[in-house]
């Protein structure tokens, strides 16, 4: 006889999802094959599987706490397993064709001709196994192990250009390879195919979802797959319209100041922003800031004054 799930994991059947995951992660650390081979330590490892694989499903713990063991055979139906339930009870009461309230077993599995070759056949599918099968108890279902969601941190950089990095999963005793693509953002989310949790009966593992998180970089922003970036140009370079070497994914590109250029003043550098496979890259917004001289200089405040009295009112149309 199969062992309670709850006492798999060694928690108490009122336990939360939480107290329930520790448990699990603790148990497959320990048990884990890799880490303590043999195979009493395999099949205990399966049994952890298992367990936290029916107690981590909201439907099929509630299937398990209604129908315990049964509930785990192949193709376990909870309807008529009511049905029969109900029917039990009201044979053990006197029920049957005519019994109390006139309770009929035709009308909950059917008409199928009545006999106990038919209910024979219905406690078969019912509990999943076939005509003729070799007891009541059936196999555990062949299913998919899974999901697990971890949260993943990586820099701007790599965020934007992507990256290939060893990942250490929750719970789990080797790293996993991920290679996240270029242009991912915040709060996007990667699918790593076959490193969740482990599959039941012989099913397949399920997958490693990854909650990307991109710390800030101190000079670009992001806007969609769009960067702006501010820069900083002395008076001369911006009266005068110099070239200038500025920073873009790609790496350093050379670009002309407009002549006379003012703080605040945008100019855009078509496809320098963020590249994502199957789409046109973004484009790159430079805005310049031009920087006044902080120096206590005689010479250069006689200048600024030379300069004051060669600019407009800068002010002139100012108004509320």
Do not use: C
């Not at 899974?146 to 060893?166: C, K, M, N, P």
């Not at 242009?183 to 599959?199: F, M, N, T, V």
């Amino acid at each position: 006889m199969a062992r309670d799930l709850y006492s798999v994991l060694g928690v108490s059947r009122d336990a939360d999802e939480d107290t329930i995951k520790k448990a699990f992660r603790k148990l497959a650390m320990k048990y884990h094959p890799d880490k303590s081979p043999g195979k009493a330590n395999e099949q205990k490892f399966k049994e952890i599987n298992q367990a936290h694989e029916v107690l981590s499903d909201k439907a099929k713990r509630a299937l398990y706490d209604e129908f315990g063991e049964e509930s785990l055979s192949q193709n376990f139906d909870a309807e008529r397993a009511r049905a029969y339930r109900r029917y039990a009870n009201a044979r053990a009461a006197g029920g049957g064709r005519g019994g109390p309230g006139n309770f009929d077993v035709q009308e909950i599995f059917g008409n199928a001709g009545g006999g106990a070759g038919d209910l024979s056949d219905i406690l078969g599918d019912l509990f999943g196994r076939g005509r003729g099968g070799a007891g009541r108890r059936g196999q555990p279902t062949r299913s998919r192990g899974s999901d697990v969601e971890q949260d993943l941190t990586i820099d701007f950089v790599s965020a934007v250009r992507g990256t290939t990095l060893q990942l250490q999963r929750e719970g789990e005793p080797e790293p996993v390879t991920v290679r996240v693509p270029p242009g991912a953002a915040e709060g996007s989310r990667l699918r790593i195919r076959g490193q969740g949790g482990p599959g039941m009966g012989g099913g397949e593992p399920g997958d490693l979802l990854l909650n990307i998180h991109v710390t800030p970089h101190p000079f670009f922003k992001r806007e969609g797959d769009d960067l702006h970036l501010d820069v900083p140009v002395t008076l001369g370079e911006a009266y005068r319209g110099e070239k200038i070497r500025i920073p873009t994914p790609d790496g350093e590109v050379t670009l002309k100041i407009p002549a006379r250029t003012q703080t605040g003043q945008v100019i855009r550098l078509r496809g320098k922003g963020i590249g994502r496979k199957g789409k046109e890259p973004g484009d790159l917004y430079v805005k310049f800031v031009v920087h006044v001289p902080t120096v206590d200089d005689p010479e250069v405040a006689k200048a600024i004054d030379l300069l004051d009295g060669k600019v407009e009112a800068p002010r002139g149309d100012l108004r509320f």
